[in-house]
């Protein structure tokens, strides 16, 4: 059975950064598009990141592009997101996703076939 555990999330000031991580179980991660996803208070959920298997390919929403980096250490089964000069507005849940089948990289939330509970960022000003 496929498990996605998000950590890192927090409460942190604007400017701040934090680096959460996503651990997979159940999938060979390595053949998998992972991907950040974040949903805020009343809002729908948005794309944030994705990487392709081998990290070559990356792609990132425009809102937190220059901020953040998305990378993956398929040894440890793990992606990570480092998000850093935080701003309020990126106050939100955090979710891991990930992309089976495929090698092609989307910012598509109904794409990913798998998903973690999410972990909470807060961003206070």
């Known amino acids: 059975q496929v498990q996605l555990v998000e950590s890192g999330g927090g409460l942190v000031q604007a400017g701040g950064s934090l680096r959460l991580s996503c651990a997979a179980s159940?999938?060979?991660?390595?053949?998998?598009?992972m991907a950040w996803f974040r949903q805020a208070p009343g809002k729908e959920r948005e794309f944030v990141a994705t990487?392709?298997?081998?990290?070559?390919?990356?792609l990132y929403a425009d809102s937190v592009k220059g901020r953040a980096t998305i990378s993956r250490d398929n040894a440890k089964n793990t992606v990570y997101l480092q998000m850093d000069s935080l701003k309020p507005e990126d106050t939100a849940v955090f979710y891991c996703?990930?992309?089976?089948?495929?090698?092609?990289?989307?910012?598509?939330?109904?794409?990913?076939?798998?998903w973690g509970q999410g972990t909470q960022v807060t961003v206070s000003s």
């Open positions: 159940g999938v060979t991660f390595s053949r998998n598009v």
């Open positions: 990487i392709s298997w081998n990290g070559a390919n990356r």
């Open positions: 996703a990930g992309r089976s089948g495929t090698s092609t990289i989307t910012r598509v939330p109904e794409n990913y076939d798998y």
